[in-house]
């Protein structure tokens, strides 16, 4: 991704293993405040599913590509993408909106 003048929006989609559901919320839930506070974070809201609890969604929405690419590397998003396996069923789905 280069820099552009325009904000980058990302939706991020994932569903919890069974049993998992509780625990993958809280991990999710801990994101929130700190990549609020990240450089060029204009948004980063956690929402769940209706009527699907196992499935969780954020819509980010970010100043610069370069500001999302540095919030990836962050102590916070590394220490949850360790411990996604044991509560991810299946991937993680990223989808990148101008």
């Known amino acids: 991704m280069t820099s552009t003048n325009t904000p980058l929006t ?3 989609r994932m569903r919890a293993k069974d ?15 700190p990549t609020r506070q990240a450089p060029g974070c204009l948004a980063y809201d956690l929402h769940t599913e209706v009527g699907e ?8 929405v ?3 590509p370069e500001d ?4 990836l590397k962050s102590p916070h998003i590394t220490g949850f993408l360790g411990q ?7 991937e993680l789905e990223v989808h990148f909106l101008d």
């Open 84 to 90: 996604a396996a044991n509560l991810l069923d299946g």
């Open 10 to 12: 990302v939706i991020a």
């Open 62 to 64: 970010w100043s610069r």
């Open 19 to 33: 049993g998992r559901e509780a625990a993958l919320h809280d991990a999710l839930a801990a994101l929130v405040a």
């Open 68 to 71: 999302h690419a540095a919030n």
């Open 53 to 60: 609890p196992a499935r969780f969604w954020f819509h980010e």
